[in-house]
């Protein structure tokens, strides 16, 4: 159906729905109108009636032998009312509070009606009632009066009538309504066709423009409406070429990157596969299927091929952390191959977001470390041979010094053939030099096994103030201790954490040597124990701060420069961390941090 013929019709419809509207108001006015008409004419024909029986009654009582011989009686009066009447087809006269008619007829009954309104019939009221007798339609009046007494005078009307009068209206309303409605599609049109006719070149125009031929504008005739849209079909027409040509040249140039991105991805030789959120693999690039032997068709679909179990916390930590919107660093873990090797990488997580922001895939990058480990392995063990050399130099040079003692004293007595007393303990002290200079070089050098347990480090503490607590006293020295109430288990190997603050709380001590305060604080941070020693020495300058733990560095005349680097190497192993601040004239603050136990941990650890 063509477009003329379209709004032909709609407005045809518009059209038919106002006559039907119209034709609903009409007929329900005429019918209304009708109905008030002759509900108007019935009770006037009833108000007549009664004044006849009434003047009729009035004769009868005044010259009774008169009025019998009379023809004009309530008979003869129904009957000229019927005859003006066509559609009266029985007058009746009840008496009040009964059925019994006084006048008239009573053959189209309905006594149970009939019987409740003429009952409670007012006076000077009137009342209409339609019924149906053996299905034929009637209307019943009743009017009562005050100058006809207990009497009511009731009309009988045929339905039919009225009906049929109501049904020629109608039907005359429906004829014009019919041959208005043909005559107004007629003239919609032809109207209608007057005013699409310049649709046509816009529409020629918009199969131009979909066929991607921008070039030809319409000719514009008029300055209406549709001028003003052919006007805007041109520009339309206009801004989608120059449009049409970013397009082609953004579809280029996203080619090319998208061939680009895809020869980086394939090309490079990190692993990279992407993952949906419930963790199926929907795209792998070519060093993944190199490194983890799978091939693409093989990884798509699976759920974490790479992923070992006892690391699936570890993954799920990682995308929630990523879904709560966190950067994440580059994580060294590991892997498991197709074959089930185990094997070290560095994997680096980032979400894949669609254009309103919300994650919808994660991108893994996998880089086999294997050979970087090495390398840091060799790069350790050359770091160790050349540790080993500084120390041989240090032990060399500090043993060198008492032996050069020992051997002058020794020349002295061979030459003079005397056994001196004050050089034998010269010598002996220098021994005992020589023996402590390799004792802790030899605990350094040589770790053993150590088995971690789970201790209190306030109870490792404690004791360790019992055993240095004589000889504080006897350098005047009290400690002030203050412990968190906070847990503060540790995985630790309690010798080796006692030696580490026997070796502090005795560099404290030596520095206060007119006495003082040393100042002992537990307390918790985090995942953390926090350990701090506090003297109130002379402190130590700030150029030597830096040299502190380096094999045999040491500020005191008799020390060796050990314990502190022994101290540093236990914490190490602890996985703890050593802080050494100083200042002058002031004091000294020595701070361990040792991680706390987390619950579910095992209780004890045993490492080589």
């Known amino acids: 159906m063509s ?52 003047y009729y009654e009035k004769q009868l009582q005044g010259d009774s032998y008169y009025m019998k011989e009379n023809e004009s009686g309530p008979e003869h009066i129904f009957d000229i009312v019927k005859s003006l009447n066509p559609n009266i087809k029985e007058v009746s006269v009840f008496e009040q ?87 107004v599609l007629f003239i919609s049109y032809w109207l209608v066709g007057a005013m699409i006719r310049p649709l046509k070149d816009i529409l020629w125009k918009v199969n131009e423009v979909s066929s991607a031929r921008f070039h030809q504008p319409i000719q514009i005739k008029s300055k209406d409406e549709f001028g003003l849209l052919a006007l805007k079909v041109n520009a339309m027409s206009q801004n989608l070429s120059i449009y049409m040509n970013k397009l082609r040249r953004a ?26 959120l419930d963790g199926k693999v929907i795209q792998v690039n070519r060093a993944f299927e190199l490194l983890f032997g799978y091939e693409e068709e093989e990884a798509i679909g699976l759920i974490y091929p790479t992923l070992p179990d006892s690391h699936k916390s570890e993954k799920r930590h990682m995308l929630d952390q990523l879904l709560a919107g966190k950067v994440l660093p580059a994580l060294e873990t590991t892997r498991v191959t197709k074959t089930g090797e185990m094997i070290p990488v560095s994997v680096t997580i980032s979400p894949i977001r669609d254009s309103d922001g919300t994650i919808r895939a994660f991108a893994s990058i996998s880089r086999d470390m294997r050979s970087r480990n090495k390398m840091e392995e060799l790069l350790r063990r050359s770091e160790k041979l050349t ?30 053939k005397k056994f001196t007393l004050s050089h034998v303990s010269l010598m002996l002290s220098e021994l005992d030099r020589i023996n402590l200079i390799v004792g802790e070089f030899l605990i350094l050098a040589k770790p053993q096994a150590t088995r971690f347990i789970t201790k209190d480090i306030r109870d490792v503490l404690h004791d360790v103030i019992a055993l240095m607590n004589s000889e504080a006293i006897l350098h005047d020295i009290e400690f002030r201790v203050s412990f968190t ?48 020693i506090t003297d109130e020495g002379m402190g130590i300058p700030e150029d030597m701060i830096a040299k502190i733990g380096d094999p045999f560095f040491t500020g005191k005349e008799t020390g060796t420069g050990l314990g502190i680097m022994v101290s540093q190497r ?18 000294t603050t020595v701070q361990l941090m040792l991680p706390a136990l987390k619950e579910g941990s095992e209780s004890s650890i045993l490492e080589t």
């Open 3 to 54: 477009i003329k013929m379209k709004f032909s019709v709609l407005i045809m419809l518009i059209v038919l729905i106002f006559f039907i509207f119209n034709h609903i108001l009409n007929e329900y006015a005429m019918i209304h109108g009708m109905r008030e008409h002759a509900q108007q004419t019935m009770q006037d024909t009833s108000t007549h009636v009664a004044s006849s029986f009434a």
């Open 97 to 183: 509070g009964s059925l019994v008619v006084s006048y008239g007829t009573y053959t189209y009954l309905d006594s149970t009606s009939d019987y409740s309104i003429i009952n409670g019939l007012e006076k000077n009221k009137f009342v209409l009632r339609k019924m149906k007798i053996n299905g034929v339609p009637y209307f019943r009046s009743y009017y009562a009066a005050d100058q006809i007494g207990n009497h009511i005078i009731s009309i009988v009307y045929d339905g039919v009538g009225i009906t049929k009068l109501v049904s020629q209206r109608r039907n005359e309303t429906l004829v014009y309504t019919g041959i208005s409605l043909v005559f």
């Open 251 to 276: 579809f280029e140039e996203n080619r090319r990157m998208k061939e680009h991105l895809e020869s980086f991805i394939n090309n490079t030789s990190d692993a990279i596969h992407l993952i949906d």
């Open 387 to 416: 540790t080993v050399g500084q120390l041989a130099a240090g032990v060399a040079h500090e043993i060198r010094n008492p032996l050069t003692t020992l051997r002058g004293f020794l020349q002295l007595q061979q030459e003079s």
């Open 485 to 532: 109430e906070e847990d503060c288990r540790i995985s630790c190997e309690e010798n080796q954490l006692k030696q580490v603050f026997i070796n502090l709380l005795k560099n404290a001590i030596e520095a206060m040597p007119s006495g003082g305060l040393i100042h002992i604080n537990i307390t918790r941070k985090r995942e953390f124990i926090s350990i701090s």
């Open 570 to 587: 236990i914490i190490n192993t602890h996985r703890g961390t050593m802080d050494i601040k100083s200042q002058l004239h002031v004091g």
